[in-house]
């Protein structure tokens, strides 16, 4: 990769002593590099410094590429690849008469390795589980969310144009582009993460970035339970209602867990149905074996060959599904989706934006009349309360929680409004003094008329199972 050249320097890093400072050379702060992980925001304590230290970075990059075939990067071992990283750090430091410490060296060559082989400062953060969202306002401002609390980091790219490099390493992955004909882009992370990016002219301030992390765990409802997110009867009687092929419309806001949640009830769909799911960026983690995952396709530059999820609910129906996943109804799909849950695929599942119930119907309500085929609002009413069966409302709380809050079924059409009947319920009472939401979960009706389509399937409820009380406080 490298070619030879004259010993003196190291093979590796690791080793690597701190270059000497030639007599009578006037002494120089260290860059203080291992002060930030993953950042070089506080390099010398000062902008300056940090710009040198970015501009020094930028040189080993362009050194790389005069060394290394980038190409032919991906299939050498890393080690290989940091060994000759290091390589080059070591001479450019000689030759530049840079001060640096064997960990600080060691952190350069990092942060130039996250730079070839991954997503350059985000790498740091990729790396932390606990972090559910990066979002990125601008190159100098990235924030992260750990625990449903929001906060600023120290982690800061180069400029515009080195996040706008960042997006773009992205999007390709994905077969995707950004640019100024297409400066809105969504995509996804090879480890299912979900990607939003935005660019000039629409972002005034420069590129906008913001991640979804989903990770490869898939939550277990045991987890569920356990972070009190949902009581154990609850759980069962969600379980009950997905093997005998209720349909289940998941609601919530942003960022609530509606996709966790609905990754979880779909671990009770019995394992031999074929599920077919459509979603405008994967990230749906289905544990069953008989899985076909659909995704939409932007058009290209000259607006032709987009693929919707409409078109894409259409093609499913021709591919003797059991059950349809849409990961988000956004648009004039649900016509198709609620045609569909009303034609014979029964216990398909979705989600929708909104904040109640009540609220998801008027929304859906709102999207089948975008499909342009004049249905009375009666018909599309009539339509809602046939194909959808029962609502799981979600919702992110003061504290960053994020809980069921509801569980409601569908009992029927009242003055041209969808009418339910809460099942579950989670009252909030107040806060505490170390700001955590006070409540509990609790049965509202005991006598669904779920109850009698669950025993039709020869599946038993446990007794007592809508006395339970859970005290999240306790």
Request: hydrophobic share 40%.
């Given at each position: ?83 000759e990283i290091g390589r080059v750090v070591e001479r450019l430091l000689e030759d530049e008469r840079v001060p640096m410490t064997t960990a600080e060296q060691n952190r350069i060559i990092e942060e130039v390795l996250d730079e070839v082989l991954g997503l350059g400062p985000l790498e740091t953060l990729l790396k932390e589980p606990a972090i559910s969202d990066i979002l990125v306002n601008g190159y100098d401002k990235v924030y992260i969310e750990r625990a449903g609390k929001l906060s600023l980091t120290p982690v800061r790219f180069k400029d515009n144009n080195h996040l706008l490099h960042i997006i773009e390493k992205i999007v390709s992955q994905v077969g995707r582009r950004v640019d100024e004909a297409n400066p809105v882009v969504d995509a996804r992370l090879l480890d299912g993460s979900r990607v939003n990016a935005i660019i000039s002219p629409l ?272």
């Open positions: 990769m490298v070619p030879p050249r004259p010993t003196g320097g190291l093979g590796s890093p690791k080793t690597a002593p701190a270059p000497a400072k030639p007599k009578g050379t006037p002494a120089r702060e260290a860059p203080a590099v291992a002060t930030a992980p993953g950042t070089a925001s506080t390099i010398g304590g000062s902008s300056r410094a940090a710009d040198r230290y970015f501009e020094l970075k930028s040189e080993i990059h362009r050194k790389l590429i005069g060394v290394i075939n980038l190409d032919r990067v991906s299939s050498i071992p890393k080690e290989r690849v940091r060994s972002s005034l301030d420069g590129p906008a970035l913001s991640i979804r992390r989903f990770g490869r765990h898939v939550i277990t409802s045991d987890e569920m339970v356990a972070n009190k997110t949902v009581m154990r009867s609850m759980l069962q009687f969600l379980a009950a209602c997905v093997q005998c092929k209720c349909t289940v419309l998941v609601s919530g806001g942003t960022g609530s867990g509606k996709t966790t949640t609905l990754n979880a009830l779909s671990r009770f769909i019995p394992e031999e149905e074929r599920i077919i799911t459509i979603e405008d960026t994967a990230e749906l983690q289905l544990q069953q074996r008989h899985v076909v995952k659909f995704e939409t396709r932007p058009p290209n530059l000259n607006k032709q060959g987009g693929i919707n999820q409409r078109q894409l609910v259409r093609t499913a129906l021709r591919m003797r599904p059991d059950r349809i996943i849409v990961g988000e109804c956004r648009g004039p799909e649900a016509l198709d989706m609620l045609q569909a849950m009303n034609t014979g695929v029964e216990g398909s599942m979705s989600t929708v934006h909104a904040n109640s119930p009540k609220d998801a119907f008027s929304r859906l309500q709102a999207m089948v009349l975008m499909a342009d085929l004049d249905l009375p609002t009666r018909v599309v009413t009539n339509q809602l309360a046939s194909a959808i069966k029962l609502v799981v409302q979600v919702s992110r709380l003061s504290d960053g929680s994020r809980k069921i809050i509801s569980v409601a079924e569908v009992t029927g059409v009242e003055e041209d409004a969808v009418r339910i009947q809460e099942i579950f319920t989670f009252d909030r009472m107040g806060v505490d003094d170390a700001g955590k939401v006070m409540g509990r979960f609790r049965a509202v009706w005991r006598e669904p008329r779920l109850l009698a389509r669950i025993r039709q399937y020869g599946i038993t409820l446990p007794d007592g199972l809508f006395d339970e009380i859970v005290d999240v406080n306790q």
